[in-house]
């Protein structure tokens, strides 16, 4: 499965307008926790991968769901897209155990609260993140033939949003904060 996504700064307030105007389906609100980890093995800035364990509560509750996500190379020089593996985790504590056991060493964490709307089979995030600020993401899910049509669907998207394709910004929220 491959992730097709792209990211912009943004105010939030003007997308909001015109995510209304898009008939677009508010999905929810959560507030997330991700810690990024250095591999013993090979240097995961390097080969631009990544791993982290992903620990997310509904933005009006306190119980965390944790999951653990491997993220391949970007496959493109336009977006976001890599191939991408995700599953859940009864414990989020227990995984970071397993990971330290295994000599994998927490390298940052990133956290940020998220509203989220469906729209037109892409899913419209606006972020707002610790240290960072307020950013647009469009993105869906789709297998390795899909992926221009998907790039291109997103890049359509943000333009009705009225944000700039052109401003995509591929470097992820943990590059960001460590530059």
């Given at each position: 499965m491959?992730?097709?996504?792209?990211?912009?700064?943004?105010?939030?307030?003007?997308v909001?307008?015109?995510?209304?105007e898009?008939d677009?389906?508010?999905?929810?609100a959560?507030?997330q926790?991700?810690?990024?980890?250095d591999?013993?093995?090979?240097?995961?800035a390097?080969?631009?991968?990544?791993?982290?364990i992903?620990?997310?509560r509904?933005?009006?509750?306190d119980?965390?769901?944790?999951?653990?996500?491997?993220?391949g190379?970007l496959?493109d020089?336009?977006?976001?897209?890599r191939e991408?593996?995700?599953?859940?985790v009864?414990?989020?504590e227990t995984?970071?155990?397993?990971?330290?056991g295994?000599?994998?060493?927490p390298?940052?964490?990133?956290?940020?609260?998220?509203?989220?709307?469906?729209?037109?089979g892409?899913?419209?995030?606006?972020?707002?993140v610790?240290?960072?600020?307020e950013?647009?993401?469009?993105?869906?899910?789709?297998?390795?033939a899909g992926?221009?049509?998907a790039?291109e669907?997103?890049?359509?998207?943000?333009?009705?949003?009225?944000?700039?394709?052109?401003?995509?910004?591929r470097?992820?929220?943990?590059?960001?904060?460590l530059e």
């Amino acid at each position: 499965m491959y992730e097709v996504e792209v990211k912009v700064r943004a105010d939030h307030d003007a997308v909001r307008d015109q995510l209304d105007e898009l008939d677009a389906e508010r999905v929810g609100a959560v507030v997330q926790e991700d810690t990024y980890y250095d591999a013993p093995h090979r240097d995961f800035a390097a080969t631009d991968e990544a791993l982290r364990i992903r620990r997310e509560r509904p933005a009006d509750g306190d119980a965390f769901e944790a999951r653990v996500t491997y993220k391949g190379p970007l496959v493109d020089d336009a977006s976001k897209t890599r191939e991408e593996f995700e599953t859940g985790v009864a414990d989020g504590e227990t995984m970071a155990d397993v990971l330290d056991g295994l000599g994998f060493e927490p390298a940052a964490t990133v956290r940020k609260e998220r509203e989220r709307y469906a729209v037109d089979g892409y899913v419209v995030t606006l972020d707002s993140v610790d240290g960072l600020g307020e950013f647009v993401e469009v993105e869906t899910e789709t297998d390795e033939a899909g992926v221009a049509a998907a790039r291109e669907g997103a890049f359509d998207l943000l333009d009705r949003l009225g944000l700039d394709p052109d401003d995509g910004i591929r470097t992820s929220y943990l590059g960001l904060l460590l530059e």
